[in-house]
């Protein structure tokens, strides 16, 4: 799997299906706007929004995985995806790779060069079993197991595409993050680069399921 023809094809998709996907992420970017000027000192409260946050992306990861891998028929034209049993099954694996992470975490302890060890793993970890979320966003069932032998002839392009690229088109969002007045751009950055991220990995997953089938 060729990594620049990957995320170039992923970038067409975006622009293809742009005006259905801008309004996937419309209502999103409303609801973490207002969410953003919500401030309580209650703990249960702002755990609640950070859980209501994480829902909000789940949505905009499964209706942009709909989109690129079934087509625009996937979700209403409105752009509006009714949730249904697939979120919460992409929620439960989600907090599972990150219970898998833990190993990973615990390489911190590592005096000198425990961080990049940390870093290297998880990247390594989201490379190999990341094929799970575009399968469960389509109703396919695919384990973490299935995931770490569907890459394992793609190791390297698939942790340059879930995890170096994610983290690089991140960048701008964190830098501008620091500055003041900025956090209603910085919501809508962040939600775009969702998009895009997630639209890299439907095409790989794409691309790989090809390869295994061909």
């Known amino acids: ?13 975006v622009y293809y299906y742009r005006r259905l ?60 995806y009714i949730p249904s049993k697939r979120d919460v099954k992409f929620i439960v694996y989600t907090l599972g790779i990150c219970i898998l992470m833990i190993p ?18 998880v990247f390594y970890l989201l490379g190999r079993l990341s094929l799970v979320f575009p399968a469960i966003a389509i109703d396919q069932h695919l ?11 793609y190791q390297f392009s698939m942790m340059v595409i879930v995890a170096i690229f994610p983290f690089v088109i991140s960048i701008p969002e964190k830098l501008l993050s620091y500055l003041p007045y900025t956090q209603i751009l910085v919501n809508i950055i962040s939600l775009i680069t969702t998009v895009f991220v997630v639209a890299a990995l439907s095409t790989a997953y794409k691309n790989i399921n090809e390869q295994h089938n061909s």
């Open 1 to 13: 799997m060729d990594i620049l023809q990957t995320l170039k094809d992923s970038l067409s998709f």
């Open 21 to 80: 996907l801008g309004k996937v992420i419309l209502i999103p970017i409303s609801l973490i706007t207002l969410l953003s000027f919500i401030e309580f000192e209650n703990t249960f409260y702002n755990f609640s929004l950070s859980l209501i946050t994480f829902v909000i992306y789940t949505y905009v990861a499964i209706s942009t995985h709909r989109i690129i891998l079934i087509g625009p028929s996937s979700i209403p034209k409105s752009g509006i």
């Open 104 to 121: 990973a975490v615990l390489l911190a302890f590592i005096p000198y060069a425990g961080a990049v060890m940390v870093l290297i793993a």
């Open 143 to 153: 384990s973490f197991s299935d995931s770490w032998n569907n890459t394992k002839n």
